[in-house]
């Protein structure tokens, strides 16, 4: 049985049939973080792959930058397969031109190229840890006030070179404004000196759900620790190949579907 659907904010799929239900919460758009529940005792796959839900019948998915394809979400409950396609509404990104930058601002210099690549290998590790925990379901919070001075998406050339999109949502702030959890959470890295992205935090939200925090003056949190929505964790800073002080927040499902960060939240900080 195949039906389609349309989720804008909250939508809910209802079929008269032994009670089975899915429900559907987030925006259908590039960069979306997607929340579904269906019967707890179903099974469930995305575009084929499956998919681990908690005991509520809760589960995840999104969809990525570059996303064009319907995610076609297939529930098997009691025997018979349910299909739902959800379609992909496309975004406009914004270009960034950034011009006067330095040129080891721009590409690193060869004798860095090994120490990146080890430093991407563990970010990937980081983003690779899946638990249990059901922190994806709160209502994230902004991790710092201030100005969004970049979002999610944005194509940036760099002193005229076309570089990779931004995948992450800026915060423009002073050097040492508190960075705070945005849901709780386990610690999977914490490191203050990386090439790139200087001081820099990977909390796990569960069920694959993850988030990074960039350019950090301070880390004020370790590894495996639990930290709870609203903890310190971090000051903002210009660490890394930052060009002024800001947090630059990433989330993440896995290490390949980048979502972005300023659609589940809300449209201004309370601080």
């Not at 998919?51 to 064009?68: A, C, H, V, W």
């Not at 011009?99 to 690193?108: E, F």
């Not at 915060?171 to 849901?183: D, K, L, M, Q």
């Not at 190949?241 to 896995?254: F, K, S, Y």
Request: glycine share 10%; proline share 6%.
């Amino acid at each position: 049985m195949i039906a389609r659907i349309c989720c804008l904010l909250l939508c809910s799929f209802n079929l008269q049939a032994q009670d089975y239900f899915l429900k559907i919460k987030g925006q259908p758009v590039q960069g979306a973080l997607l929340i579904a529940q269906t019967n707890p005792n179903n099974t469930v796959s995305i575009d084929g792959q499956n998919i681990k839900m908690t005991s509520e019948g809760y589960f995840i998915f999104g969809f990525g930058r570059f996303d064009e394809n319907s995610k076609l979400v297939s529930i098997n409950h009691q025997g018979q397969t349910y299909q739902t396609s959800i379609p992909v509404q496309i975004r406009d990104f914004p270009t960034e031109v950034v011009d006067g930058l330095p040129a080891s601002k721009v590409n690193p210099p060869e004798r860095d190229w090994e120490r990146i690549k080890k430093e991407q290998a563990q970010v990937k590790n980081a983003r690779t840890v899946w638990s249990e925990q059901t922190a994806f379901l709160q209502d994230f919070i902004w991790p710092a006030s201030g100005r969004v001075s970049g979002v999610y998406g944005s194509r940036r050339i760099l002193n005229g070179e076309p570089k990779r999109p931004h995948y992450g949502m800026d915060i423009a702030n002073t050097t040492g404004t508190e960075v705070v959890a945005p849901a709780d959470g386990v610690i999977t890295m914490a490191v203050s000196d990386h090439f790139y992205t200087g001081g820099t935090i990977i909390i796990d939200h569960g069920y694959g759900l993850n988030s990074t925090y960039l350019h950090l003056s301070q880390v004020n949190v370790e590894e495996g620790q639990n930290i709870k929505q609203g903890d310190k964790i971090g000051e903002i800073g210009a660490t890394g190949r930052a060009t002024g002080p800001h947090l630059d927040w990433r989330l993440n499902i896995g290490t390949d579907i980048r979502l972005d960060p300023q659609l589940i939240i809300p449209k201004d900080p309370t601080f």
